[in-house]
């Protein structure tokens, strides 16, 4: 048993997908399922069921896999000892974020560490904000970056950084033409962000401040990312509340616009595991921030 099978069979249980798990890990669908199929044989015991398309984690699967995220997290702090020992000419530094950060937010702060320290590899989870809490939380990052609310007794948190969430519809959408109003938000037809999202949390808080039943919006579509609501929105019907960040280049352009009704700054949160060592890689670019 290796850590690289182990670490390919928690990454399938989480995502219960062969085909996902080789796209995350960067392997081909083949080696993802060589690698679970050696681990059954080697040991004669099935850890997935195959449910039609679907896989499931069998009895023995489901006892196994905190036992196997348990030592893949030691055999990551012993790679951070040896890292540390190298001073930082080399080593990994696994990020997880949510939607919003990963491509609006940390790009440009990777950019300038990879330019510092070109040896040290850095690698980004990408996910909503209950996703990225998740990857800390079991040891497949070594930190998060979030916009969204995190609960979670292990998990340390620390502001690193803010933005607003804005409200935007089509440049023809009736609600463009003036200063809405609590009914006209009320009653308009909404895109929104997929549950878990902290920019629908964010969202959904603020107009909840205004004294706007959430419960009772007419949500038309949820969608799993910033860009693809606001494609959404550029047809013209719907309204919908995403980044400044991800929606500046859009109304430049002139594709959408900024409705007149302003909610809450909302802060970029780092999440760190309160019972993890952070290697000196991770401890310089978490410094940076």
Do not use: C
């Not at 530094?93 to 940390?106: D, G, K, M, N, P």
């Not at 330019?115 to 904000?129: D, F, M």
């Not at 959408?256 to 019972?275: A, G, Y």
Request: hydrophobic share 45%.
């Amino acid at each position: 048993m290796t850590l690289e099978q182990l670490r390919i069979f928690t990454m399938v249980a989480e995502l219960l997908s062969m085909t996902r798990a080789a796209e995350r890990l960067h392997l081909t669908q083949p080696a993802v399922s060589a690698s679970v199929a050696a681990l059954e044989e080697r040991y004669a015991t099935k850890l997935f069921d195959r449910v039609g398309r679907r896989l499931e984690l069998t009895e023995a699967g489901r006892l196994f896999l905190p036992q196997a995220r348990a030592v893949l997290v030691q055999g990551d702090n012993a790679r951070q000892v040896l890292e540390n020992l190298a001073g930082l000419l080399r080593g990994e530094v696994r990020i997880a974020a949510s939607q919003t950060v990963a491509t609006y937010w940390l790009p440009r702060r990777m950019a300038a560490f990879a330019e510092a320290y070109p040896k040290i590899h850095l690698r980004l989870h990408v996910g909503n904000t209950a996703q990225t809490a998740a990857h800390v939380l079991h040891g497949t990052a070594d930190f998060g970056v979030v916009e969204g609310d995190v609960s979670e007794a292990m998990l340390e948190t620390r502001i690193v950084g803010s933005d607003h969430i804005g409200i935007y519809a089509a440049p023809d959408h009736p609600l463009a033409r003036g200063t809405p109003t609590r009914e006209d938000l009320a009653g308009a037809v909404w895109v929104m962000r997929e549950p878990g999202s902290g920019t629908r949390d964010h969202l959904n808080a603020g107009l909840a401040q205004s004294g706007i039943a959430v419960e009772h919006l007419r949500t038309l579509l949820e969608l799993p990312s910033n860009g693809a609501v606001l494609e959404a929105i550029e047809g013209g019907g719907l309204v919908a509340g995403v980044s400044e960040l991800a929606a500046v280049s859009r109304v430049k352009a002139g594709l959408v616009r900024r409705l007149d009704w302003s909610l809450p700054s909302r802060d970029f949160l780092l999440l760190t595991h309160r019972e993890r060592y952070p290697g000196r890689a991770v401890r310089a670019f978490v410094d940076t921030l």
